[in-house]
């Protein structure tokens, strides 16, 4: 069984995999996305989301390119490797028959 740390990061990681498959983001714009999309329910750490996108790039599902901002600085901006593509499809699809297990299993009635 898995500890419920790894649920975390694992959840964190499919959703900014589909947060940035979306458009190359930078870090600011995917935490700032992240916040607005879940209806400001979802917040991640600085730490957290740096940690977490360094990981992705090690394991080849996002790439990192210096650009310039909207506002003049530089920063890295990620995307989708062209494999992980595919396989978000594929994660997406399991995420979805997962969630809807749990939200089955939370909905039952207490006799």
Not at 34 to 48: F, M, N, P, R, T
Not at 93 to 106: F, T
């Amino acid at each position: 069984m898995s500890k419920p740390a790894d649920l975390v990061q694992g959840t964190l990681d499919r959703l900014l995999l589909k947060i940035v498959a979306l458009e190359p983001l930078h870090a600011w714009t995917i935490s700032q996305r992240l916040k607005e999309v879940s209806g400001e329910a979802l917040q991640v750490s600085d730490g957290l989301l740096y940690q977490a996108l360094h990981k992705l790039e090690q394991e080849g599902w996002i790439k990192a390119e210096w650009k310039v901002t909207k506002n003049g600085r530089r920063a890295k901006f990620y995307s989708l490797t062209r494999p992980s593509r595919q396989a978000l499809e594929r994660e997406a699809a399991k995420w979805k028959r997962l969630s809807g297990a749990i939200s089955q299993v939370v909905r039952l009635s207490e006799l």
